[in-house]
């Protein structure tokens, strides 16, 4: 299958900094990729969607001003966590969609990007 | 809207056993259906899937049967190793909401040998 990777994997900053993290298809291209948010014990909830060239599409009740994606080409989307404050620490998750015919439409899941704010 | 129950764990096995993690879903349209697997220190892996009723996924030795009767999508193995360790989530996607994934809450493994 198709590699995604994220950068960094852990980062720690303090109250009131922003932190970006990148999600890049390491051999394939996506058109649109995905950035997810998993609690302790819990599931992956989806934040929102985002299409290379485009703007990102949020899932309701995120803050799309505190949460900053941009897909600037098809293989690299980043996330900016802006103005972090302790309870946006948490594990952030992204994945890639392929391009249509290729992989069978299949998202492939970078290794996560663990976020703690202090 | 759309979403995935799964049985809570963790589930504790010994090498051999035999694995159901049950999955129920809920949707309004005419899903297709994943597990996933996360191994410690990794990202989410495709398991395998099913795209329609009575479709069966299998891989390395796991299967899932998609059961609209039910609406569930159980995933059993045979014989689980001590490899199998991790966490299992059950996915859905439903193309009413644009193929995004709706994730059940994730089972954890742990295999004894």
């Known amino acids: 299958g198709a590699v995604v990777s994220q950068h960094p994997s852990r980062v720690i900053c303090k109250s009131g900094t922003s932190v970006k993290i990148e999600c890049r298809s390491l051999?394939?291209?996506?058109?649109?990729m995905f950035w997810y948010r998993q609690f302790p014990k819990q599931s992956l909830m989806l934040m929102a969607t985002s299409n290379e060239g485009s703007k990102a599409t949020y899932e309701q009740g995120v803050e799309k001003d505190k949460f900053l994606i941009n897909h600037a080409s098809l293989t690299l989307s980043t996330l900016t966590v802006t103005s972090a404050h302790p309870e946006d620490s948490s594990f952030y998750i992204c994945?890639?969609?392929?391009?249509?015919?290729?992989?069978?439409?299949?998202?492939?899941f970078g290794p996560g990007t663990r976020l703690t704010v202090l | 809207g759309d979403s995935v129950t799964q049985m809570e764990g963790p589930v504790t096995l010994s090498e051999e056993a035999f694995l159901t993690i049950n999955c129920t879903y809920t949707a309004t349209g005419y899903p297709s259906l994943f597990w996933y697997v996360q191994y410690p220190g990794e990202g989410l892996q495709l398991l395998l899937k099913a795209t329609k009723a009575d479709d069966k996924g299998s891989n390395k030795g796991f299967e899932a049967t998609y059961r609209k009767e039910t609406t569930s999508f159980h995933l059993e193995k045979g014989s689980v190793q001590v490899s199998d360790s991790a966490v299992y989530f059950c996915a859905l996607s439903d193309m009413e909401y644009g193929n995004k994934l709706v994730f059940g809450a994730g089972t954890i493994l742990r295999v004894k040998s």
């Open positions: 051999d394939f291209q996506a058109t649109t």
């Open positions: 994945s890639a969609l392929s391009l249509p015919g290729v992989y069978d439409n299949e998202q492939f």
